[in-house]
């Protein structure tokens, strides 16, 4: 297996809510939801860098298709990373996140690793961190 990720997609609640979330608050281009003729298919995929792709998916079509049980949700199973490259940037994007909708949990702050973070969950529960790494610049 080649050390790569090009779909990550997360279970949610209810689809328009987070598409709404993604598309509208945070900017995330996307064609919409797809796949509502089929039984478990409706799903979003948003475009990010790199020909990475988002995708929202309902959680019990999810746990259908791969064939586990639905559990409960968790915000520490994992999170979303964002690197930025400044600063400033780390705030503006959290204050769109909260505009959008997110829950703030860790507002932006200097680290004792010499960076700067925050981090937010969605309206399901997932958990994002966006940061400034002075180590880790983003591509452009």
């Known amino acids: 297996m080649k050390p790569r990720v090009s779909i990550i997609t997360i279970g949610v609640d209810d689809l328009d ?4 979330f993604y598309r509208d608050g945070l900017g995330f281009p996307t064609r919409g ?3 509502t003729e089929y039984e478990h298919g409706a799903v979003a995929f948003f475009h990010l860098t790199n020909g990475q792709k988002l995708a929202i998916w309902a959680r019990k079509d999810l746990a259908h298709e791969a064939k586990v049980p639905l559990g409960p949700r968790s915000a520490s199973e994992f999170s979303l ?10 705030d503006a994007v959290i204050g769109q996140a909260q505009r959008a909708g997110a829950m703030i949990t860790d507002p932006p702050h200097a680290e004792f690793w010499g960076g700067y973070t925050g981090s937010f969950q969605d309206p399901d529960g997932h958990l994002w ?6 180590e880790m610049n983003p591509p452009e």
């Open 129 to 134: 961190e966006v940061a400034w790494n002075p």
């Open 17 to 20: 809510r987070s598409l709404r």
């Open 33 to 35: 939801i797809v796949g």
């Open 81 to 90: 990373g964002h690197n930025v490259g400044s600063k400033a940037e780390v």
